[in-house]
């Protein structure tokens, strides 16, 4: 039996009211718009729903992904013959944490999001996160970070999921927090549920203008006009990569609508039309053209999933 007819009747069965589709293009679900259809695509209103979810996916055979904003995946353009959940439609939840200074928020909700809501509670801590175009999940599980600030600053602690074991509350300690590297980097198979955050208090004008500041910045230097994943690259030991990208000549470098934006070399843009084929040929060419002139080794940040 084919997993599709397998996992569309046990959803029936048990979660009736889970709103599910077929043949989900993924270019509506990433921010570089590109890659195909998904077998399936579930969008969970609870974290009841997506833990149920979860393990019977696995049971047969549907190798669930779950996304969020999908601000840092490549899919590839023939599709996904597999089940993506989607959490930023139905597990959205923010709210006051149970101890002082601290909000409680769902693997959905967006880092603006998040940032805005301690802003208006007084806490300082998130206004780096303010810009960062993905989501609590993606963000604890990369450790997102900009102009000096990172996950790693003000998590204080993460629900995972993990298929084995079950549901497990980790200490940011636990949580191995690294440059764009978290503990769930190494278990790709466990889902954080919801995070919480430990903040300062703050005044709201204060922290509302710092975050009106950095995001005059990302404006000035990033090509927020394009539908991108953000930096391509992780930052090499000891340089930058935009910079190295910049001094080999390769701005404005493209393949089909694929392009090394003008504004920012760091950045793959999507001019129109950019195929996950034309995004990964031209993060090849950049990566070999760099290594061939200065030696170094650029690591993508951006994932590809299969």
Not at 4 to 21: F, N, Q, S
Not at 116 to 145: Q, S, Y
Not at 177 to 195: E, K, Q, T
């Amino acid at each position: 039996m084919d997993w599709t007819t397998e996992l569309d009747k046990w959803i029936a069965d048990y979660l009736p009211d889970l709103k599910t589709a077929k043949d989900e293009p993924m270019s509506r679900h990433t921010s570089f718009r590109v890659g195909g259809p998904a077998r399936r695509m579930a969008f969970p209103q609870s974290r009841e729903q997506l833990v149920l979810l979860l393990s019977f996916a696995r049971e047969c055979g549907a190798r669930p992904l779950v996304i969020g904003n999908g601000t840092n995946l490549l899919a590839p353009d023939e599709g996904l013959d597999r089940l993506v959940i989607d959490t930023s439609e139905g597990l959205n939840r923010v709210e006051d944490g149970a101890e002082p200074d601290t909000i409680l928020a769902e693997a959905g909700v967006s880092l603006a999001r998040l940032a805005e809501h301690a802003c208006r509670r007084g806490l300082t801590g998130l206004e780096f996160a303010h810009g960062i175009p993905g989501t609590v999940g993606g963000g604890v599980c990369m450790n997102a970070g900009a102009y000096d600030g990172e996950m790693k600053q003000v998590v204080q602690g993460v629900s995972v999921l993990f298929p084995e074991e079950g549901i497990r509350f980790l200490s940011a300690e636990e949580m191995d927090f690294g440059y764009r590297h978290s503990l769930l980097s190494d278990h790709p198979d466990a889902v954080a549920l919801y995070a919480v955050f430990r903040l300062r208090p703050g005044d709201p004008e204060a922290i509302r203008q710092r975050m009106r500041e950095l995001m005059a910045r990302r404006r000035a230097s990033q090509p927020l006009e394009w539908p991108s994943a953000g930096s391509t690259f992780k930052r090499p030991v000891g340089y930058f990569a935009g910079t190295l990208i910049d001094q080999c000549g390769l701005k404005g470098l493209m393949v089909g609508g694929a392009q090394v934006s003008e504004k920012h070399a760091g950045f793959i843009i999507n001019t129109g039309g950019a195929t996950c084929a034309d995004v990964t040929a031209l993060i090849a060419q950049v990566r070999e053209r760099v290594f061939a002139r200065t030696g170094v080794r650029l690591e993508p940040e951006v994932k590809l999933v299969r």
